[in-house]
Structures are given as structure tokens and as C-alpha cells.
């Protein structure tokens, strides 16, 4: 099975208009920006159309004040091969706007996506239409602030004191 | 404690003590230590219970991981904010009397995570009685702090000369 | 006297008996003995059975992601430590291996780097697997495998000790090579291990392989199928014990893998003993990696020629004045890759570990996410132990050989 970039892109091209924006190689690597609109369909479409059963990762950039839209939402999809050198990484770019960030889910697509895209919403806010447990995952459930923002200062520890206090006075009642 | 055995009194010799010094010569030589591991801390912990350093040694290999029955807690480890709640209820649950020993530079005072969610030194939030440094520290360092815990149970409540 | 009844909005009717039941709420963790750290998990239980399972993760979370982001590249290393800290020079590995490939520089790595590496790299495979299957057996009460277990680890401990210093935290590669040449005793310390370890990989093997207790209590146990393996996306032993080859070392060669001559072992049953047989397997072909790359082991440099990524030689930066400047705005402002992004994943002995580096050109990382294993792969313990009793769900972490370091980050 030999892989064919840019029959995949005329082949999403196609079926969702405009759905690549740019392709960008680098390091070897190849990049796809793609229509943040039609994320969840894209994906659906290259796990079964293209064979990309495997979500390697998914996570979030902030660019504050380095370009608009603010977010980039990464994935990296999979591809195994019969052969091992014939195994296919691509990364999947969407770029998300600043106020109330908000994506389509791709738990549909791939299940693994689940806690990966609650670490997101936990770290950078945004959300996820279609997430079926959308909650804060590492920082607990009453934590306000988003962390991984660049908005936000590392060394801030207001937040985590007065979940930690409330939690302890909870446990003398 | 004095320790006599004169022939005079039969030979078979009696201890002078009191109750005190008595209690806690059983108790410096039969600590069962609360092993609280978070962290990478807590792998170097293992190492000190386990085939090389072997802390049965010093009397304190009964770990026991329900504070009701332990007396020595080692907390080993990043203590983050959310995990700090668990920490404190878990000490509150020990018997008197007890110990805690902090074990690597995170728990003495947030080590290289100078970050939003750790706790800055668990002397934030609990009495510590023997701080260990090292990112980890070498179980060596860890079986001298249980060693100063000995030291100081030994002392406690010893008349001040 | 009235009689006052408490009915439970979650119980239900059993139409036949006329009585109520509700499941019960059992929380385990998150400081527990058998949770391999901080993890916590509320179990709903039908008597003894698990009828859900939710994992709550967090408790360790230190923002190693967002600290990275104020401090040179070289200055992340020691944060990848104490991530995977079963295994941290895997973890060393990946990460200088990521930072090489944003600089586009991996070419420029010395043979004599690159083969170290490997042998290294597969110590912390084995240092991990110990500890895998030692506490999984612990946890399931047998204690002399993990004493067995934690014996081998010392061992493997007194090499890291030789080459970097430390025992558990190691720091020890650059980018761009070796911070100093292995030491003189490094070859025939690891050929010493090469000749014992065997011997214990056989007691452990004969100690639990054929185990009447290990077996019922791991072999169809937290079963997963390859299908949702893969659609999990669970990695390292817990996939490949699903039947799936898919090993980083083979499908994406770093370091030179290609030319080693080694197996990645599959079993296909999918349960804990199958895990926990291609652990043991892979301890005995990471063996056979170490003994070629040994017998390999090329003199020469070190470190890369790249005044502007390697630091300089100590007795030079005391001696030269270019050395000390140089050294100094290394260490100040760090080397600085151009802008762009990369991925780069390796093998680490929990599952595919991998780092994904954004650069805006300056001398700190803008963004660096680190994709754990750990993680992804606890996604899939509510449906390994859907159905199975309690005890069990100890058989299952355990299987899953989680570290919560990496969970977290």
C-alpha cells in the first residue's frame, strides 16, 4: 500500500470544498490545515476512506498575540502499514478563534480521543461539541483559570489555594 | 535506663527505667512507617523496603498503608494542591503519637516545580520532623532520616540536663 | 411508632422479591497501595461485581508542559525525568531525540552517541518491565517475584550510576551527543549484566509463566480486543498483547533500530497474562539489542561538532576565553532552532511516548506537549474491568503498567 499525499487532499478537496487549507512539509513531516468547520467529517473521512485508525495525539497550541485566529487545535493521525516501514503519520492543524474557543468532537471518530480532548478543554478552554464527558480531568472540578494559556502565569497559585482550603475544610466537616 | 547486675542481688540483674523511656525504646525500634509515594520519590522508597538496603533493619519494615495502624509517615514525592487535601486527612487519621519525614526536594519545598498546582513544601500544611534533600534522595539518605526519627523518639520527653 | 423508610433516588425495584438495591460506591485511591501512585478510582458495584469504573487522574499534575515553556531546551531535560521515572532515560531519549530533529541536526550525531543511547535506552526498557511485572505480581501477592525483580533493578542501577551519576533521575544525554564518554568500566559493567540477568529473567519466568495462581488471576482477565486497542489508541504492551505489531522502533526507526536484529513480541489474547508475556519476551530481545549494539560500540566522538548547540569541553571553558563565551550564551539563551514544529516518537517500554515541539525561533520551546503513554493508555481500564470483580481491577492496573508522573505531567 503505498501512500499518495495528494490524492488524499483532491479526494477531501472534493468531497468538502475547501477543506485543506494549506499543506506545510517540514522535517519530514507533513501538515495539513484544515477547515476548522469540518474537522469531525475530515477525520471520519480518513479513518475510513484512507485507513487511519489510530489517534497518536491530539492537543491544543495558544498563540496570543503571535497570529489570529488565537487556537490551533493538532492532530496526529496514524496510519499501520502490513509492513512496518510502511506506517503513515500526518498532522491535522484547525485553527480555532479566541472568544468562547469552541470544536467539533472527534470521539465519534476515535474513542481514544476522549481523555485527550478533556485535557484539552482543561488547559486551554476550549470546548468540544459532541464530547460526551466534557469535564476538567487533571486540575480539579472547581479550578477556574485555563493553565496551559499564555495569558496565564506559570507561577500563579491563587486558584489552586482556594480549591485546596475548601477542599479542607469539606473533610473537618 | 541504667542496667545493673551486681552478683549481690542474685545475678540475674534488673533495669531501672521509667515508663516513658521505656515506651519509647519500643517504640524508636518498632516504627511502622505510612509509606505516602507519590512520585519518583516513592520508586527510591521501594528501594529502601526492598532486597538492598532492606529497611527491616532498623525495625521499621512493617509498612502499613492504612494510617489507623502506623505511627511514621514518609511522604515521598510532588504533593500538588489537589493531592494536598488527601495528604492532610490522611495524617489527621494517624494515631498519637507520629512522625512525618519529608522526603525529596518537592516535598521540602516544591523542588524544580515552581508551577500553578504543587504545594511549596508540605510544611505548608503538615508538621514535618525530618526533611530529606536529593532529587531523589539515595535510600542511605533515607534510612538516616528514619535513624534521626530513632534519635528523636529516643529523646522525647528525656529529662533536659 | 411510624415507620420511616429511606429510599435511595438511584435504587431499583426488583419486581420479583419486591426489594430495593442500588449499586454501591467503592473509591479506591488515590493513595493506595496497589494504585501505582496517585490514581483514583470510583467503582459502582453490583455485590462484587464492577458494573462502571471511572478513573480520576490529576493528583500529580506539576505543569511540567507550561514550565518548560520559560526555560531553555536543554534546561526541559531533567522535567522529562520525572515523568516516566521507571524509566527516565527513556524519557531523556525522546526528548533530545525531538529537539535533534527540530534542529534538523540528527545526521550530525556521532555513531559512537547513537549506540550508547541504545544500549541505555534499552536498560530503562528492562528497569521498567522489572518494576512492571514486580508490582503486578506484588499487588496479586506474590512478593519474592518483585524482590527478584528489584534485585535485577540495583544492577541496572549501579550502570546509570556509572555513566551519569544517578541512580533514578539520570538527565544524562545532550543534544548533539553525550555530555562526557562512557565510562572506562561502562562495557564490561553492562557485559557483567548481560551474563546475570538471564539467570533471573528465568527464576521470574519460572516463578510466574507457569503459576496455577498467577495464571487464574491474570489469564482472561481486563481483556481488551484489537479493535478497540487500536480505536483507544493503546500503545507499547497493552496493544501488542492485543495481537496488534505495532512497535515505534520498527515502524518509525530512531537511533538506527533498523539495523538491529530483534523481535517484537505479539500475543494475541488480549487479557493480563498476555501483557504480562510480552513484557517478559521483551525483556529477553532488548537483551539481544544490548549485546549487538555492544559489540558495536565504535570509538570516536562523542558529541556532535556544533559549536552552536554542544557546549564546550570543561578543561576548555577554563582554560579558552571563545570556550567560556561560548559556554555562557549557551547556557544563558540556549541554542535556537528555527521556527517550525515537530513530532518525534519513540518506543517507551509503556507505549509510544512522543514530544511535539513548536519553535518560534527563540531559545525556549513556545510549546511543548508530551503524549504519554500512561495516559492514553488508562482510557481503557472502565472497559477492562466492566464486569469483572474488584479484585481483578487490581490484576488490571497493574497489567496496564501505568505511572502516574506521566499521566499527569
Known sequence: MSFDLSSLTDSLNTEFPGAVKTIIEYRGETTLVVLKEKVSEICRSLKDDFGFTFLADLTAVDYLEVKTPRYEVVYHVHRFGPEFDENIRIRLKAEVEGKEPTIDSVTPVWSGADWLEREVYDMFGIEFTGHPDLRRILMPDDYEPFPLRKDFDVRNREASKRSFEKELERGTE | MGVNSTPLLGGDGFITTTIESFANWGRKNSLWPMPFGTACCAIEMMGVFASRFDLSRFGAEVARFSPRQADLMIVSGTITYKMASVCRRIYDQMPEPKWVIAMGSCTCGGGPFDSYAVVQGIDEFLPVDVYVGGCPPRPEAVIDAVMKIQKKIELQGAPVV | ?409
Not at chain 3, 470510583?42 to 478513573?55: N, R, S, T
Not at chain 3, 482472561?220 to 522502533?249: K, M
Not at chain 3, 520498527?250 to 497474562?273: I, Q, R, S
Not at chain 3, 549487538?292 to 557546549?311: E, K, S, T, W
Request: charged share 25%; glycine share 8%.
Open chain 3, 1 to 409: 411508632m411510624e415507620r420511616v423508610e429511606f429510599i435511595s433516588e438511584e435504587s431499583v425495584l426488583d419486581t420479583e422479591t419486591g426489594a430495593r438495591t442500588e449499586t454501591m460506591m467503592l473509591n479506591m485511591g488515590p493513595q493506595h497501595p496497589a494504585t501505582h501512585g496517585v490514581l483514583r478510582v470510583v467503582l459502582h458495584l453490583d455485590g462484587e461485581v464492577v458494573v462502571k469504573a471511572i478513573p480520576h487522574i490529576g493528583y500529580l499534575h506539576r505543569g511540567i508542559e507550561k514550565l518548560c515553556e520559560h526555560i531553555t531546551y536543554q534546561m526541559c531535560l531533567p522535567y522529562t525525568d520525572r515523568m516516566d521515572y521507571l524509566a527516565s532515560i527513556c524519557n531523556n531519549i525522546g526528548f533530545i531525540l525531538s529537539v535533534e530533529k527540530l534542529l534538523g541536526i540528527e545526521d550530525e550525531i556521532p555513531e559512537r552517541a547513537k549506540t550508547a543511547e541504545v544500549i541505555l535506552f534499552e536498560l530503562g526498557r528492562i528497569e521498567s518491565h522489572l518494576v512492571g511485572i514486580g508490582t503486578n505480581a506484588l499487588d496479586l501477592g506474590a512478593m519474592s517475584a518483585f524482590l527478584y525483580c528489584f534485585k535485577e533493578r540495583e544492577r541496572i542501577y549501579d550502570i546509570l550510576e556509572t555513566v551519569c551519576g544517578a541512580r533514578l533521575t539520570t538527565s544524562y544525554p545532550r543534544v548533539g551527543g553525550l555530555p562526557l564518554d562512557l565510562p572506562d568500566d561502562f562495557e564490561e559493567k553492562v557485559r557483567n549484566f548481560l551474563r546475570i540477568f538471564p539467570k533471573t529473567l528465568t527464576e521470574v519466568d519460572k516463578l510466574l509463566t507457569r503459576n496455577r495462581i498467577w495464571i487464574e488471576r491474570t489469564k482472561g482477565i481486563a481483556f481488551i480486543s484489537a479493535e478497540d486497542a487500536i480505536d483507544l489508541g493503546l500503545t507499547g504492551p497493552a496493544l501488542r498483547g492485543s495481537g496488534v505489531p505495532y512497535d515505534v522502533r520498527k515502524a518509525m526507526p530512531y537511533l538506527g533500530y533498523e539495523n538491529y536484529d530483534f523481535e517484537v513480541p505479539v500475543a494475541t489474547d488480549g487479557d493480563a497474562y498476555s501483557r504480562f508475556l510480552c513484557r517478559l519476551e521483551e525483556m529477553n530481545q532488548s537483551l539481544k539489542i544490548i549485546e549487538q549494539a555492544l559489540d558495536n560500540l565504535p570509538d570516536g566522538p562523542y558529541a556532535a561538532d556544533l559549536p552552536d548547540v554542544v557546549l564546550p569541553k570543561k578543561e576548555l571553558t577554563y582554560t579558552k576565553m571563545e570556550s567560556l563565551i561560548r559556554h555562557f550564551v549557551l547556557v544563558y539563551e540556549g541554542f535556537k532552532p528555527p521556527a517550525g514544529e515537530v513530532q518525534h516518537a519513540v518506543e517507551n517500554p509503556k507505549g509510544e511516548l512522543s514530544y511535539y515541539l513548536v519553535s518560534d525561533g527563540s531559545g525556549k520551546p513556545y510549546r511543548m506537549r508530551v503524549r504519554g503513554p500512561s495516559f492514553v493508555n488508562m482510557q481503557a481500564l472502565p472497559q477492562m474491568v466492566k464486569g469483572s470483580l474488584v479484585a481483578d481491577v487490581i490484576a488490571a492496573i497493574g497489567s496496564l503498567d501505568i505511572v502516574l508522573g506521566e499521566i499527569d505531567r
